[in-house]
C-alpha cells in the first residue's frame, strides 16, 4: 500500500459545485502539503501544515480550503469549483523543516476536472 | 517575478552526453535546495539535495550551488534514456517554518 494516499484518483465535476480531496498518510510525518500542477507551471503549493493546529496559505490559496482531521489527514476543499481550478492535485508529506528540511513524499496525485 | 525559475525546455541531449539544467531564485535567505524527477503521468520523486555552497556528487547527478548567485544546477553525467523526465528545482528557506517552493521544471529528453 502507498505511503501517502489521495482519493479520489480522478474526479469530473461541475461548475459550482464542493468537492473534497482527502490526503492520509502512514509515514508518521507531522508535516503535509497539497500542491496543483498545471502544464508548464510546475508544482504552487496551495496550503501547507506542520501540525494538527498548524494550518498556513501557500502561493495560490483563493478558492480553497483545508482542513488537518488529525495527524495522517488532510483534506483540500473548492467550494464553488470553476473550471480554471481543473489541475493535477498533489498531496505530500514531510518530516521536518528549514535547515533539515527533509524529501517530500508525494501521494499518486488526483485528477479533477471542472467542466 | 516568480520565487523559483527555471527554463521549460524540452532540452534535448544526446545519450552518453552531460545535461545541465539550471535553476535561480529570489529569495536570499533560501537555505536548502533540491531536484526532483517526475516522470509522466507520476509524481514526483527527490534525487538530489544541497545545503552549502559548492558541488555534491551523488553517482552520475551533481548538484551545483552557487548563493551568491542565487543560482543552482543539476549535472546528469552519461545520460541515459531513461534520464528523459521533466526536473523541478526547490527551495526552502533556513526557518523551521519554511515553505518549499517549487520552479516551472525543466523538460529534458535524451535522444539515442
Known amino acids: 500500500d502507498a505511503d501517502v494516499t489521495q482519493t479520489p484518483r480522478n474526479r469530473i465535476t461541475k461548475t459550482g459545485k464542493r468537492i473534497m480531496l482527502e490526503c492520509s498518510q502512514t509515514?508518521?510525518?507531522?508535516?503535509m502539503y497539497w500542491y496543483r500542477q498545471d502544464p508548464g507551471l510546475g508544482l504552487r503549493l496551495i496550503y501547507y501544515s506542520f501540525d494538527v493546529k498548524d494550518i498556513n496559505k501557500g502561493e495560490i490559496s483563493d478558492g480553497y480550503s483545508v482542513s488537518r482531521q488529525a495527524q495522517a489527514k488532510f483534506s483540500l476543499s473548492l467550494e464553488s469549483a470553476i473550471p480554471n481550478q481543473t489541475a493535477l492535485y498533489f498531496c505530500a508529506t514531510s518530516d521536518t523543516g528549514g535547515r533539515d528540511t527533509g524529501e517530500l513524499f508525494f501521494g499518486e496525485g488526483s485528477r479533477l476536472t471542472v467542466l | 517575478q516568480k520565487e523559483v525559475e527555471q527554463n521549460s525546455g524540452p532540452l534535448s541531449v544526446p545519450e552518453g552526453a552531460i545535461a545541465s539544467l539550471n535553476c535561480t531564485y529570489s529569495?536570499?535567505?533560501?537555505?536548502?535546495f533540491f531536484w526532483y524527477r517526475q516522470y509522466s503521468g507520476k509524481s514526483p520523486e527527490l534525487i538530489m539535495f544541497?545545503?552549502?555552497?559548492g558541488d555534491k556528487e551523488d553517482g552520475r547527478f551533481t548538484a551545483q550551488l552557487n548563493k551568491a548567485s542565487q543560482y543552482v544546477s543539476l549535472l546528469i553525467r552519461d545520460s541515459q534514456p531513461s534520464d528523459s523526465a521533466t526536473y523541478l528545482c526547490a527551495v526552502a528557506g533556513y526557518s523551521s517554518a519554511s515553505k518549499i517552493i517549487f520552479g516551472s521544471g525543466t523538460r529534458l529528453s535524451i535522444r539515442p
Open positions: 544541497i545545503y552549502s555552497n
Open positions: 509515514k508518521g510525518h507531522d508535516r
Open positions: 529569495d536570499r535567505g533560501s537555505q536548502s
